[in-house]
Every structure is written in structure tokens, then in C-alpha cells.
């Protein structure tokens, strides 16, 4: 294995040669550090969001509004994982032309009676699905260790380039079954 000043690199996850800013629908999948159940529990097959579960879930639908010509897919919160499709459609550019690079820096954390925001959402203007994933992860871990000190993610994240219509409605229905299914889960233990 390659080593970078004496230290094992690990490979890149990430499709190589891709560029991750580029139109399309990405799976994503992000674990919670050691899988620890933080978000809540199914019951009944169905998820039961923990405080923790709910600022994840405000988190999530808040990336539209911190990230350019970005929406969202079906989504699922998890007890110790969360499953999410992101659509990045931005209109095509030519080669020179300058793009629009700012976003809202302030998160609603909706557990609160009295709002308060928090700037949380990060890299501004790098409209990438892994600067989307950080500062995403970076929103929630800010807020939700004043309810778990220990809270924590995995430090990676598992992405998957959804290509044809075909392969969208396998991962829409995966991610809307998943508590369902959550007895037959990888995750589950």
C-alpha cells in the first residue's frame, strides 16, 4: 500500500475521475461512530426519532438551502445510520463563466421553543456531495452533543452514483422500506 509522509494512505472511496459537483443523483449512506444508536428505534416498523434523530432530520432537509441548484430525494433516519439521495441540477457552463458560490450560513435547530440559529453549515460555495456530507455531519454533531457528549459519525460515508430511472426507484424504495426491513439491516444489531 502507498504511504504518504511515512503514514498507510487510505484509497479514496470516491469514483475516480469524477467530478463530484457534477449533475446527478447521489445515494448516500452515513453511519454513526461504532453504530451507536442515536437517532431513535423502530417500532412497529416504523422509526421513532430520538432529539437526536430530529436535529439529523432538520439537518438533512436544510442542505437545499446552504448548497446551489441542490434537492433532495427520498431520505430515511436511521436508529445508528441515515440513507439519503442528493440532485444536484445545475444548468451547464461554459468554460470562464463565473458561478454564484454563496449560501445561508444559519441552521434552525427546531428543537428549541425559543429559535436560535447556528452557522454550522460549511465550505461555502464547494457544491460537492462531500462538502454537503461534512457540513452536514458537522451541523449535527455541533448540535447534539449538548444532548450526547459522546455523540459521534463514522468518518467516512458510503456514496453511490445513481445513473439510470431504473436504478433511482431501487434506491427510493431500499431507503422507504428500510425500517421495515431494519431486522434484516447490515446495520442492525
Given at each position: 500500500?502507498?504511504?504518504?509522509?511515512?503514514?498507510?494512505?487510505?484509497?479514496?472511496?470516491?469514483?475516480?475521475?469524477?467530478?463530484?459537483?457534477?449533475?446527478?443523483?447521489?445515494?448516500?449512506?452515513?453511519?454513526?461512530?461504532?453504530?451507536?444508536?442515536?437517532?431513535?428505534?423502530?417500532?412497529?416498523?416504523?422509526?421513532?426519532?430520538?432529539?437526536?434523530?430530529?436535529?439529523?432530520?432538520?439537518?438533512?432537509?436544510?442542505?437545499?438551502?446552504h448548497f446551489n441548484?441542490?434537492?433532495?430525494?427520498?431520505?430515511?433516519?436511521?436508529?445508528?445510520?441515515?440513507?439519503?439521495?442528493?440532485?444536484?441540477?445545475?444548468?451547464?457552463?461554459?468554460?470562464?463563466?463565473?458561478?454564484?458560490?454563496?449560501?445561508?450560513?444559519?441552521?434552525?435547530?427546531?428543537?428549541?421553543?425559543?429559535?436560535?440559529?447556528?452557522?454550522?453549515?460549511?465550505?461555502?460555495?464547494?457544491?460537492?456531495?462531500?462538502?454537503?456530507?461534512?457540513?452536514?455531519?458537522?451541523?449535527?454533531?455541533?448540535?447534539?452533543?449538548?444532548?450526547?457528549?459522546?455523540?459521534?459519525?463514522?468518518?467516512?460515508?458510503?456514496?453511490?452514483?445513481?445513473?439510470?430511472?431504473?436504478?433511482?426507484?431501487?434506491?427510493?424504495?431500499?431507503?422507504?422500506?428500510?425500517?421495515?426491513?431494519?431486522?434484516?439491516d447490515k446495520f442492525?444489531?
Open positions: 500500500m502507498e504511504k504518504f509522509r511515512n503514514k498507510y494512505r487510505i484509497p479514496s472511496s470516491r469514483l475516480a475521475g469524477w467530478d463530484y459537483n457534477r449533475p446527478g443523483f447521489y445515494f448516500i449512506t452515513i453511519c454513526t461512530k461504532n453504530r451507536c444508536h442515536f437517532f431513535g428505534e423502530i417500532i412497529k416498523e416504523e422509526m421513532r426519532l430520538t432529539e437526536t434523530g430530529i436535529i439529523a432530520n432538520t439537518c438533512w432537509v436544510a442542505i437545499p438551502g441548484h441542490t434537492t433532495l430525494g427520498e431520505f430515511v433516519i436511521m436508529p445508528n445510520h441515515m440513507h439519503g439521495i442528493i440532485i444536484i441540477d445545475k444548468p451547464a457552463i461554459s468554460a470562464g463563466t463565473a458561478v454564484e458560490t454563496t449560501h445561508a450560513v444559519e441552521t434552525t435547530h427546531a428543537l428549541s421553543l425559543q429559535s436560535s440559529t447556528h452557522p454550522r453549515f460549511r465550505n461555502p460555495g464547494k457544491n460537492t456531495i462531500s462538502s454537503m456530507v461534512g457540513s452536514f455531519k458537522s451541523a449535527v454533531t455541533k448540535l447534539s452533543r449538548s444532548i450526547h457528549p459522546a455523540f459521534g459519525w463514522q468518518t467516512r460515508f458510503y456514496d453511490h452514483i445513481i445513473r439510470n430511472k431504473d436504478s433511482y426507484y431501487q434506491v427510493s424504495n431500499y431507503i422507504l422500506n428500510n425500517p421495515a426491513n431494519w431486522n434484516k442492525y444489531r
